[in-house]
């Protein structure tokens, strides 16, 4: 028993730290910025963006910000970069519950078969009772019951930390599609204003020539 009372426990531990976690998160999370940060961009006023995302617990804000002051280099790949730190630090520990929930069920397992074994090893060298076999016998189908409930309950907590981070996942990735949007948009407006201004000053040499 003592190593489904060790599992026992790390699954505690780890479903109080990550349901802590995932309340936290939710806490810091600010859309009402990250609008303000889009309307920012779609002004081309990168740095009031910036600004805006500085120091913020929004993994979402922490993505824009992080991706907006890589631009002049490679954006997409800060952004990825990004988002990837974010999914990391949500999906910490969630191996081990994963892990929790296929080992608890064997040890139960294994602690049944012990107890069995245990008892009727017993029965060969001092002859006891059946009464006495079958409450040795019921004693170690504890360890099966135990291990099952473990499992069962760390699957439900692991669906529902996986619905969350494949929720994050989700805003993430459409986080980083609209700015690429956003910045690809800009680059496309200061071209045309480029080849305009470019356009304006060929026709006021050749008028000058004329």
Not at 12 to 25: C, G, N, P, T
Not at 122 to 146: D, F, H, K, Q, R
Not at 172 to 178: A, D, K, Q
Request: proline share 2%.
């Amino acid at each position: 028993m003592y190593p489904i009372v060790a599992v026992l426990v790390v699954a505690i531990a780890i479903i109080l730290e990550r349901a802590v976690w995932w309340s936290v998160l939710g806490a810091r999370r600010d859309p009402n910025k990250l609008d303000k940060m889009y309307a920012a961009m779609e002004q081309g006023n990168i740095a009031a963006a910036a600004n805006l995302g500085r120091k913020s617990g929004d993994p979402l804000i922490r993505t824009v910000w992080h991706g907006i002051n890589h631009v002049h280099s490679s954006i997409e790949g800060a952004l990825q970069v990004a988002s990837g730190v974010e999914l990391q630090r949500a999906g910490r520990f969630m191996w081990i519950l994963d892990s929790v929930i296929t080992l608890a069920p064997l040890l139960g397992l294994l602690g049944t078969v012990t107890g069995i074994m245990l008892a009727f090893n017993a029965v060969n060298e001092g002859g006891l009772s059946p009464a006495a076999v079958s409450g040795g016998i019921g004693e170690a189908l504890i360890a099966t019951m135990c291990g099952l409930g473990i499992a069962i309950t760390c699957l439900v907590f692991f669906n529902f930390f996986n619905a969350k981070l494949q929720k994050l996942q989700f805003e993430l990735e459409s986080t980083c599609n609209n700015v690429l949007i956003m910045f690809n948009t800009l680059r496309l407006k200061n071209t045309n204003l480029d080849l305009v201004q470019d356009a304006r000053e060929q026709q006021s040499q050749f008028a000058g020539t004329n």
